[in-house]
């Protein structure tokens, strides 16, 4: 925690896991010898289910049972019929990114844990995942929004098991509430969790899931100062227009290239996730390979050959721009 920002929100769901870090960071702060001021808590009601926004009122009264101020964000508008999770997840970072950007705080600490990072794991590894996504979630980390530049998302539990979470409230005769949400097989990340049982049993348990996803993550490390070296010159950014030769992208080893072009196409296209592992293995052949022809478009980003004025790297010069929405092209 020493090297952890502060000060800092706590993101709370009445769950089990989050409620345990509520409750560690209530107590570290009043430890501390200086004055540290205490975590204000947060709790999101999504409108998915009627039972919401009594749980975030019994959340605030555990929050002010430790002195802790408390408040609920309640998301507006049409729920949507399909992709529920992702959609659910969006729009709690971003009423969570907003407080704290209004209370002047700069760091939301979350609850994931050991069984989160395994979990996380298995989802995008079924979803075919490159080295970046199987890498294991960083302690610390960017806000996982766009919009909400110099926040922090702090995750100071994933060393710890989710019964060691329960063990711990449980000493401390804390209540918690239990999503019937998180056991519905509509969900991938339930469904997942579902199977880690079996996995367990053939000696695949969470730790060590969660440690290979430790091991690519230092890969992860490695690879970044390799990538940022071959950005350093097969790319240019030249009266605001980026710049990128192809030649030398196609040179590099395979996994740098790659990670080299997400990267470019996530920055200009002001996206925090990188691009699906195949839609990207598929433009890096087309740009290798001399195949793109009139351009192509990923990720919210439009590739094409430089025209000739713009040919800093000669006739393999490509521009990437951030994509034209079709609206303001036909108003164009």
Known sequence: MADMPWPGAVAVSGGADSLALMHLLARWTGKQTKSLA?????????????ESAAEAKKVARWAKALGLAHE?????GKKPKSDIEAWARQQRYRLMGERLKKHGIAALYVAHHQDD??????????????????????????????????????????????????EFLLSHK???????????????????????????????????????????????????????????????????????DAQALAAAPREIGLRALAGLLGNTGGQVYRPRFEALERLFDRLAGGALGGGATLHGCRIAPAPRRLQHFGPNTLVISREVPRSRETKA
């Not at 205490?38 to 009627?50: C, E, M, Q, T």
């Not at 609920?72 to 507006?76: D, N, Q, R």
Request: proline share 6%; hydrophobic share 50%; net charge positive.
């Open 174 to 244: 804390q209540d918690w509430l239990e999503d019937p949400m998180n056991g519905q097989t509509r969900f991938a990340r339930s469904r997942i969790r579902a199977l880690l049982p079996a996995l367990e049993e053939a000696g695949l348990t969470a730790q060590r899931i969660a440690d290979a996803a430790l091991h690519l993550a230092r890969a992860r490390e490695a690879l970044d100062m390799a990538t940022a070296a071959v950005l350093a010159r097969a790319c240019r950014r030249e009266n605001g227009v980026l710049l990128l």
């Open 117 to 166: 990072q395994a979990e996380t794991f298995l989802l995008r590894l079924s979803r075919g995942s490159g080295l970046d996504g199987l890498g294991a979630m960083r302690p610390l980390a960017a806000f996982p929004l766009p919009g909400f530049e110099g926040l922090s998302l702090v995750r100071p539990l994933l060393a710890l098991p989710r019964p060691r979470l329960r």
């Open 38 to 50: 205490k975590p204000l808590v947060l709790s999101v009601d999504h409108g998915l289910r009627r």
């Open 72 to 76: 609920i964000l309640t998301v507006k």
